[in-house]
């Protein structure tokens, strides 16, 4: 007979038991919390709820800074952002400057750029933004969350009915998470002046989900759409006749 691995056991515990408090939460907050549209149908479908939830989390990963999760999650974000409402920034990296997010088309007078000098004050001002019912969209790109840190966001995202953006690393697809969909982006090549990417979907409430959308960003308009063309994004070269081909090769 095995051993039984204790550990095992309360990971899966503790995994039911979250699946459980999701369902009741999604019970208890859907009368109450509606769904924003980003703007771009292909995009909108991998929600959930058809959009981002007023009162969620949503994690946006990505394989490395180029990868597009910090961009795609911005403009996706100045989009849901509710009129009148401040949205508030936490660059744990340094990475945004108010002149750069300005030619995305942010306006700037409704901007909060919050740079703490570590990952435990992010954490703080990320959980005082989301529990403020003022606000209207928190987006931070911090590393390390702990299973309780993240619920804590949750629960104040919930409390405000507010959204929350996290931006992290790929690697972090293995740790918990209290998000209601995770994503992972990744850059797609272009025909076009227009960035490409790939947003998958990882997970639903906790659970895998797999779907995806190709997307790109006008950036005349600063908006989000769905890139047709992306299943052929080269054009196809028609093969030659080899007789031709050895013709032209002799110079006859």
Known sequence: MGKLNLYDTQKQTIVELQSRIRACERGAFAHS?????????????????QGVRQGSLVEWLGDSNASGAG???LMTGRRVCPAGRPLVLIDTRHD???????LLGFD???????RPASEREALWACEEALRCEAVGVVWANIEQITSTSFRRLQLAAEDSAGIGFLVRSAKAVHQPSWAEVRFKVHPRPSMCSSPGFQVEVISHHGKPHHSMADIMIDN??????ENRNSANPLPLVPRMDVATTRRRSTGT
């Open 71 to 73: 961009t795609v999650s």
């Open 96 to 102: 945004l400057f108010p002149l750069s997010l300005s």
């Open 220 to 225: 005349w308009k600063g908006t989000l759409y």
């Open 108 to 114: 700037l007078s409704r901007l909060i750029l919050i």
């Open 33 to 49: 919390t509606r769904s924003l549209t980003t703007g771009c149908d292909a995009l909108d479908t991998l929600f959930p709820g």
